[in-house]
């Protein structure tokens, strides 16, 4: 059962680097799409963005120009690194699988069907 | 970018009653599959987000009957049939047409 846990540190100061880790158990990180998404306190759900071994990203457009995502096969992990932090990005940050769940025409279709537990994560000085 | 608006943003529900979540997109979400790229998600509290419908009407793997989805263009739907307690939670519509895009969310709370 393939299980995700994202790491990293609780707190960062502003304008600097959030760094944040997610490991992949019970199963590979190649030939899948992983992503990342964040909930704000008292908000919604913000899609950050998903990676896919020696494939191109593909980054919310919001934070595109801040975002960098990256697969580490030999540890099973991908990493999200958001650059010049405010306290607006304080948020709890998921992990998630982007799983094909349709071949529809031709066409995969992909959803995030598996989900780590979050990690809480603080902009302040 | 694709705006998605949902209705509405709180919702109390009383068990064994139906409840509707209404879900709308800026522009249509038709695919050239003729398939909607359309997701929804429920975050139970203290809970991680799980995905409840893809392709707008496809039940995921283990989510109960009770749950649908419907709707086409611009204008989706999630229903639930008949509101159990652990239904609770905020429920999210998602378009993957281009990129991905959240609605606010809407909160479902057992009376």
């Known amino acids: 059962q393939v299980q995700l846990q994202e790491s990293g540190p609780g707190l960062v100061k502003p304008s600097e680097t959030l760094s944040l880790t997610c490991t992949v158990s019970g199963g590979p990180i190649t030939n899948y799409y992983w992503s990342w998404i964040r909930r704000p306190p008292g908000r919604g759900l913000e899609w950050i963005g998903y990676i896919i071994y020696r494939g191109r990203p593909n980054y919310n457009p919001s934070l595109r120009s801040r975002v960098t995502m990256s697969v580490d096969t030999s540890k099973n992990q991908f990493s999200l690194k958001l650059t010049s932090v405010t306290a607006a990005d304080t948020a709890a940050y998921y992990c998630a699988r982007l799983n094909r769940v349709a071949t529809i025409s031709g066409f995969d279709y992909h959803s995030m069907d598996i989900w780590g537990q979050g990690a809480p994560v603080t902009v302040s000085s | 970018d694709v705006v998605m608006t949902q209705s509405p943003l709180s919702l109390p529900v009383t068990p064994g009653e139906p409840a509707s979540i209404s879900c709308r997109s800026s522009?249509?979400?038709?695919?050239?599959?003729?398939?909607?790229?359309l997701d929804w998600y429920l975050q139970k509290p203290g809970q991680s987000p799980q995905l409840l419908i893809y392709?707008?009407?496809n039940r995921a793997s283990g989510v109960p009957d009770r749950f649908s989805g419907s709707g086409s263009g611009t204008d989706f739907t999630l229903t639930i049939s008949r509101v159990e307690a652990e239904d609770a939670g905020v429920y999210y519509c998602m378009q993957t047409l281009q990129t991905r895009t959240f609605g606010q969310g809407t909160k479902v709370e057992i009376k």
């Open positions: 392709l707008a009407s």
């Open positions: 522009q249509s979400l038709l695919h050239s599959s003729g398939y909607y790229y």
